[in-house]
């Protein structure tokens, strides 16, 4: 999983303007202002009560639905549990759910609207019978809430190996693109990839990060999940997305840039191995023209889903 190392430069004026020209994204008429945290900052989800729904086998605390998320924990007998968030005229966001009666948490990544959360229990094989339904309605006032806190897929908190390395990696880092570039190039070098664990892994499979990091290897949703992870903590705005380029299933990562916008694909996946993309590339000669022509055209990616 070792790859060439272009470094990330920061955007100039005409550097940034060609970027957006050629890749189709919209800088924002009001940015994002960024101050890199003295440390890590690291955001909590957390189940009030406040606004709570249940039933004998399922409780959804949507009470801060404002910062992007739900909490859902199963409170059943079943062993085996998914767990569906459908944002009305969107895709279903199918996941597992633990039976261990601990409050799980899910960002809502679509956006503010109206959303529907069903529980369901396994029957027997792949059948399953819904055991909870809730619609929840969201006005999500911090849009940039379900790319900054943990939740199911990219789970770390304030005590996490992974926080406290991101930390120490992104010290000397001046700006946003340093610290991307500065994660990106210390995952690559110092986690290898698992063939073995590649060859088994089972559906439902849920990163780790902090085993990932400590085991120093891990396939590609580990990669991407401990990136987030990192990134996240940086107050950086971090998708991790997943979808389609042409008919192979990908994962790449979006992160949103001071005055830019967010910048998708800035770290992705081309089947073979993790590569950083210089935003620069519109007026750099330095980029290889393969490159270029992929990051570029934005029908080679169909993103799916965002975590």
Same mark, same amino acid.
């Not at 994660?183 to 073995?196: C, K, L, P």
């Given at each position: 999983m070792k790859t060439a190392y272009k470094p990330v430069? /920061?955007?100039? #004026? #005409?550097?940034?303007?060609?970027?957006?020209?050629?890749?189709?994204i919209q800088a924002p008429a009001t940015a994002l202002a960024y101050t890199k945290p003295a440390g890590s900052h690291v955001l909590?989800?957390?189940?009030?009560?406040?606004?709570?729904?249940?039933?004998? /086998?399922a409780t959804l605390d949507a009470s801060n639905v404002s910062e992007g998320y739900i909490m859902v924990k199963y409170t059943g007998s079943v062993g085996k549990i998914k767990v569906q968030i459908t944002k009305s005229g969107s895709e279903t966001y199918t996941y597992d759910l633990s039976s261990s009666g601990v409050?799980?948490?899910f960002p809502l990544s679509e956006g503010s609207g109206s959303y529907s959360v069903k529980v369901f229990e396994n029957i027997q094989g792949n059948q399953y019978s819904q055991a909870f339904s809730?619609? %929840?309605?969201?006005?999500?006032?911090?849009?940039?809430?379900?790319?900054?806190?943990p939740n199911q897929y990219v789970n770390f908190n304030a005590a996490s190996a992974a926080v406290q390395t991101g930390a120490s990696v992104a010290a000397s880092a001046t700006d946003q693109l340093g610290v991307v570039s500065n %994660?990106?190039?210390?995952?690559?070098?110092?986690?290898?990839? $698992?063939?073995?664990k590649a060859s088994?892994?089972?559906?439902?499979?849920?990163?780790?990060? $902090?085993?990932?990091?400590?085991?120093?290897?891990?396939?590609?949703?580990d990669y991407a999940a401990l990136m987030t992870a990192m990134l996240r903590s940086q107050d950086i705005p971090t998708k991790l997305v997943v979808g389609y380029t042409g008919n192979l299933y990908h994962a790449w990562i979006n992160v949103y840039l001071e005055g830019q916008g967010w910048v998708d694909n800035i770290i992705y996946f081309d089947g073979n191995s993790w590569k950083l993309m210089d935003p620069t590339f519109a007026s750099s000669s330095g980029q290889s023209q393969e490159i270029m022509q992929y990051i570029g055209n934005g029908s080679n990616y169909r993103a799916k889903y965002s975590y």
């Open positions: 430069v /920061k955007f100039a #004026a #005409a550097a940034a303007a060609a970027f957006f020209a050629v890749s189709g909590t989800p957390i189940a009030s009560g406040v606004t709570a729904y249940s039933n004998e /086998k409050y799980e948490v809730q619609n %929840v309605n969201a006005s999500i006032t911090n849009q940039f809430g379900p790319f900054l806190y %994660v990106y190039n210390y995952v690559i070098n110092n986690v290898t990839y $698992d063939t073995a088994s892994v089972q559906s439902g499979y849920l990163p780790n990060v $902090d085993v990932v990091l400590a085991q120093k290897k891990g396939i590609c949703f």
